[in-house]
């Protein structure tokens, strides 16, 4: 037997597990503990001005996690950190809000599935870590209209358009996660798409 096709016997367990790990739904906080959460819809204060989760928990696939750490640790050192707003959504919620809302280009339909439904997708700002004060943008949260989309300028200031290529920037090029041109906040990585559509609400 060849000793490549022999590592490759040995090594392909350890990698299948570590592919597994890294798809299985953590808490951030846990792995990155001086991250901010602001989860709307832990609150009423979101576009369905509804309580949909049971809990202040944000779970997120581990690679992705992984790759937040990394963006945090350089923030940090310019006294920036990240703020989420939603992580992990359960599939019902999905549903909920494809009912009160039903555009795709904003709510993923449900019958397809959200990637957040996938653990595989982070809706996130930034913030001063000293303060917890978050960094102009060009709009709120879950705000449904031109100006969400990446490149948009028109009625934006210089400090909106640098804070949300920064946030860009931090996402894509030093964490590896991929942009939604729609929306400014929601970022997903790609190999955590592999996971199933869940639908188990957090304890
Ligand atoms: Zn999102």
Redesign the pocket.
């Known amino acids: 037997m060849k000793l490549c096709t022999l590592l490759t016997i040995l090594l392909l367990p350890c990698l299948v597990a570590a592919q597994s790990a890294d798809n299985e739904l953590v808490n951030v906080k846990e792995l990155i503990p001086d991250i901010v959460l602001d989860l709307k819809y832990s609150t009423t204060d979101n576009f369905l001005h509804q309580k949909l989760y049971t809990t202040n928990e944000c779970l997120l696939a581990q690679g992705l996690v992984k790759r937040l750490k990394v963006v945090q640790d350089s923030l940090r050192v310019r006294g920036l950190g990240m703020k989420i707003f939603?992580g992990y959504r359960p599939r019902a919620v999905q549903y909920l809000m494809f009912e009160i809302f039903p555009d795709p280009t904003y709510v993923a339909d449900p019958a397809s599935g959200s990637n957040?439904n996938r653990g595989g997708?982070v809706?996130l700002t930034l913030v001063n870590l000293a303060t917890g004060e978050e960094l102009p943008m060009p709009t709120p949260f879950d705000y449904f209209g031109d100006a969400a989309s990446h490149g948009w300028t028109i009625g934006l200031s210089a400090e909106q358009i640098a804070n949300r290529e920064l946030l860009l920037g931090m996402m894509e090029n030093v964490g590896g996660l991929t942009r939604y041109a729609a929306?400014w906040w929601?970022y997903q990585h790609a190999p955590s798409l592999a996971n199933p559509l869940m639908d188990f609400q957090m304890k």
Do not use: I, N, S, Y
């Open positions: 939603d957040h997708a809706d929306e929601h």
